[in-house]
Every structure is written in C-alpha cells, then in structure tokens.
C-alpha cells in the first residue's frame, strides 16, 4: 500500500522560507514520478511542482525561481524548498505520485493516484 507523509508546513512571515518534505512507503520510491500541488478553500488543486524518476524537473509559472522540488531516493523523500514566500502561497500543500512507473511530470491532478494528507503553509504579512 502507497502511503504519502507531508512535514515542514507552518507559519511564516512574507519573503521568509520553508522546506517541505514528503516520505513514500509501500513500493520502490526511485522508479515514480513525484509532485506537489496546493490548494486553498473554494478552490481546484493547483499544480505546484514535479520531478521524474530521472530527476527532470517542471513548475508552475506563479513559483518558477523561488520553488525547488528534489528528491532523495535513498531516503524515499520528495522535497519542496520554498523561497521568497508571497501571501499567495497560503495553501495545503499536498505530496503526490502516479500509479505508473517513469511516467512524465504531469500538471494535472487527475493523472495523479496517490496522495498525501495534506501540510498547511501560511504566509503572514
């Protein structure tokens, strides 16, 4: 059984920074895609970042240079380090993989299977 374990989230002042971490269990970590997406209440889930089995990397436009995504496969971790934090990250953010072995980044939640429980991210002024 895939299970997905969000840390990291918290309070923070504008321009501040936090690291995400997210721990797979349940098959082998380095053979899957991984990604992060966010959401905020009345709103979709909203693409955040995503990194391949081999390392490439893709994000969203509103993150691009201050968002990184890596991961440890020896530690079957996915990392989000988020950098110059704007009120507008205010959001859960969620950890997530396809079932499919070496697929590529996708920006859709709906190709995604697995998720985690979500970590609240707030940016204060």
């Known amino acids: 059984q895939v299970q997905l374990v969000e840390s990291g989230g918290g309070l923070v002042q504008g321009g501040g920074s936090l690291r995400l971490s997210c721990l797979a269990s349940?098959?082998?970590?380095?053979?899957?895609?991984m990604g992060w997406f966010r959401q905020v209440p009345g709103k979709e889930r909203e693409f955040v970042a995503a990194i391949t089995s081999g390392g490439s990397t893709k994000y969203a436009d509103s993150v691009k240079g201050r968002f990184t995504i890596s991961r440890d496969n020896a530690k079957n971790t996915v990392y989000l380090q988020m950098n110059s934090l704007k009120l507008g990250d205010t959001a859960v953010y969620y950890c997530?993989?396809?079932?499919?072995?070496?697929?590529?980044?996708?920006?859709?939640?709906?190709?995604?299977?697995?998720w985690g429980q979500g970590t609240q991210v707030t940016v204060s002024s």
């Open positions: 997530t993989s396809p079932a499919d072995a070496f697929s590529l980044p996708s920006t859709s939640a709906g190709d995604y299977d697995y």
């Open positions: 349940g098959r082998t970590f380095s053979r899957f895609a």
